[in-house]
């Protein structure tokens, strides 16, 4: 049993974004995935950019800022798309308040963990603190997915949404056992997180 454990850490300690582009865009740009900024900034000081000089903060803040407004812009158009009643009707809304206010948790739990240079014996605790606060959000973005099918069966049954608590039962299972696997997760990981180095 041991070493299926090992094994598994194994091939999740080699597991990178590195060749899914188009997924790594698209869950940055829904504040899913951790923030450039630090790396940015870093990149910027060593080719000495027009960024090199302008403080830290500043580059995170704009960064948060923009990632903000691409999840408004996207659920902008999803309203459009769906319309205003069956988007209220769907609590769409709530998905997409939901990715800003946990993007904005990881983006400052993120900044707060790498953004400051301290000691490798804080930094192990620290990293842990991260993974952590990662992976509750994490477990509150995954669980949307859930309700999903519960959604299309109402619908196409012709019933409320939300009415039965069916959705927000399953929501809240997803997200406790997420949030359980996360919590194991962040115990065994020993590595560095990617985009940390």
């Not at 659920?75 to 009643?85: K, V």
């Not at 804080?122 to 859930?146: A, D, E, H, K, P």
């Not at 009415?163 to 997200?175: F, H, K, V």
Request: proline fraction near 3%.
């Amino acid at each position: 049993m041991k070493t299926l454990v090992q094994r598994i850490i194994q091939i999740a300690g080699k597991a990178q974004f590195d060749n899914h582009a188009l997924s790594y865009s698209i869950l940055y740009l829904l504040m899913v995935a951790p923030p450039r900024a630090l790396e940015i900034k870093h990149k910027e000081k060593k080719d000495d950019g027009e960024l090199a000089r302008v403080p830290t903060y500043l580059v995170v803040s704009l960064e948060t800022t923009l990632r903000i407004a691409s999840v408004l812009i996207i659920a902008a158009c999803i309203e459009l798309l769906m319309g205003n009643t069956l988007y209220e009707l769907h609590r769409v809304d709530t998905f997409f308040v939901t990715l800003v206010v946990v993007g904005a948790v990881h983006s400052a739990t993120y900044y707060l963990v790498f953004g400051l240079s301290l000691t490798s014996a804080t930094m192990t605790q620290l990293v842990l603190l991260y993974r952590v606060v990662r992976n509750i959000c994490y477990s509150l973005t995954v669980s949307f997915i859930s309700v999903v099918p519960i959604l299309i069966w109402n619908w196409d049954h012709g019933l409320s949404p939300f009415d039965d608590g069916l959705a927000l039962s399953s929501y809240l299972i997803t997200a406790v056992c997420f949030l359980f696997i996360g919590l194991i997760e962040a115990l065994l990981m020993k590595r560095m997180p990617l985009g940390t180095t």
